[in-house]
């Protein structure tokens, strides 16, 4: 099973061949981590999303085996490599159980919001302990009556002026890792309307529930809770960053979460694309292969350059990333092409191979069933295209408009 492609390699070499670790980094991802997703992640993608189980044993794993890592710095044990590195190893872990990929990319904003926005004292906490997978983390913000329009949220903080604790009352819908997760990374509003950002634990002064959110039609694998806070008692040193910064930290994660799904998504998208290609070459109709069709070969075309584009897309933002550029526009776009990308791939695989590709045992349904996700989650498409890519495109007329004709 080839869980790191030729074209994952090439599209990273376009982009680092000048990088003196490149050739440790590609070994590790077509070596140890290749095979970690075709014998431990790829075996259990169906029965996880059978029976919506979370393979918690996995994400330790990764974590020791330095997955996490790559982006973070020597000081928190990890490999200080451009974030692509992380998206191709993402997309192969998508590729081999996209459910449980989604869990490995939540995790990996949660991480890398305290990274980038923590104090010293939490950053020294957590960061390690969560790039190696020895506690979980989950991200906060979406609640049953706020998603794409997040500043309503309502889930809130008062704080007790004799011990300092911010008090949180409210609750958090659809998260990722929410039954499972040691960091809870939450947003909440204070009485000025400021939104801050809190490392929550369970365990502390108040009511904290999780509740699990069953009956998801994709990404089983994963686990997805409510969570609700009732005077629910926050150590006053676990205030992430500044007292009414936690919406920018929340909406530069999202940047970064979106880099993370257009690599999911890539994954999906070859998956089905692979699936759907073994079977082409074995299936017989009108005396051919269903592979030496025209329309066949035309389809796989389309497929590929959906993929390539999204890919490229992806692992372009991802080094924009890792250089500290602004990079909403550049991660919306890649998101949109990504995530488009594996949603008409998975649909074409299912219907160019027949009743078979409509059955589990092709593995290909799942594929779809998980795509579909990738539009909704981390900014759901519509509004990636109808604000946030066109905010940036204003910018750039403002700043370069065009004048004259040619
Ligand atoms: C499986 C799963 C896992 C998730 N994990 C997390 C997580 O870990 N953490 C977290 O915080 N959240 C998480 N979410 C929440 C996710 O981010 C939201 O579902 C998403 O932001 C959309 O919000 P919503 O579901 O409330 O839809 P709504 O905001 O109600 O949107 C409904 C529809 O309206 C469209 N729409 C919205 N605004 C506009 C507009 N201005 N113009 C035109 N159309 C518009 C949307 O595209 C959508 O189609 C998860 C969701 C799911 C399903």
Not at 126 to 136: A, D, F
Not at 192 to 209: I, L, P, R
Not at 234 to 239: S, Y
Request: with cysteine; proline share 2%; net charge neutral.
């Amino acid at each position: 099973m080839p869980f790191f492609t030729r074209d994952q390699q090439d599209t990273l070499e376009a982009i680092h061949h000048a990088n003196p670790a490149h050739g440790d980094l590609i070994e590790f991802l077509s070596g140890p981590l290749a095979t970690f997703c075709a014998e431990k992640i790829a075996p259990r993608a169906a029965r996880n999303d059978a029976d919506e189980s979370f393979a918690a044993d996995n994400l330790r794993a990764l974590g020791e085996l330095g997955f996490m890592a790559l982006p973070f710095s020597e000081k928190y044990d990890g490999m200080g490599a451009c974030f692509s590195y992380l998206a191709a190893g993402l997309e192969s872990i998508a590729k081999a159980d996209a459910g449980f990929a989604l869990a490995i990319a939540i995790h990996g904003t949660a991480t890398d919001g305290l990274y980038r926005f923590a104090s010293d004292r939490l950053k020294d906490k957590y960061v390690e302990k969560l790039s190696h997978g020895r506690l979980t983390g989950c991200f906060g913000l979406t609640e049953t009556t706020s998603g794409s329009d997040a500043k309503t949220l309502k889930c809130s903080w008062t704080r007790d002026a004799a011990t300092g604790e911010y008090i949180l009352n409210g609750g958090k819908y659809w998260i990722t890792n929410g039954m499972t997760a040691d960091v809870f990374f939450i947003m909440a509003k204070g009485a000025d309307g400021k939104v801050s950002s809190f490392a929550v634990e369970k365990g502390w002064k108040g009511t904290f529930e999780q509740h699990k959110i069953e009956g998801k039609m994709g990404v089983r694998g994963s686990n997805t809770a409510e969570l609700v806070f009732a005077d629910y008692r926050v150590p006053k040193d676990q205030l992430i960053g500044e007292e009414g910064k936690g919406f920018n930290y929340a909406m530069h994660m999202l940047n970064g979460g979106r880099v993370t799904i257009g690599a999911w998504a890539t994954g999906i998208a070859q998956g089905a694309y692979e699936k759907f290609v073994k079977y082409a070459h074995e299936r017989e109709l009108f005396g051919k292969r269903l592979i030496d069709l025209d329309n066949t070969r035309r389809e796989m075309s389309e497929m590929q350059i959906a993929i390539n584009a999204g890919r490229m897309m992806t692992y372009q933002a991802a080094w924009w990333k890792t250089r500290g550029a602004d990079i909403a526009a550049k991660a919306a776009m890649a998101k949109v092409a990504a995530t488009e990308a594996s949603v008409h791939v998975a649909e074409r695989a299912i219907e160019l191979s027949g009743g078979y590709g409509y059955v589990e045992d092709s593995r290909i349904e799942r594929h779809l069933r998980d795509a579909l996700l990738g539009r909704i989650g981390e900014g759901a498409n519509e509004v990636l295209k109808i604000m946030v890519i066109p905010r940036a495109l204003e910018k750039e007329f403002a700043e370069r408009p065009t004048t004259q004709l040619w």
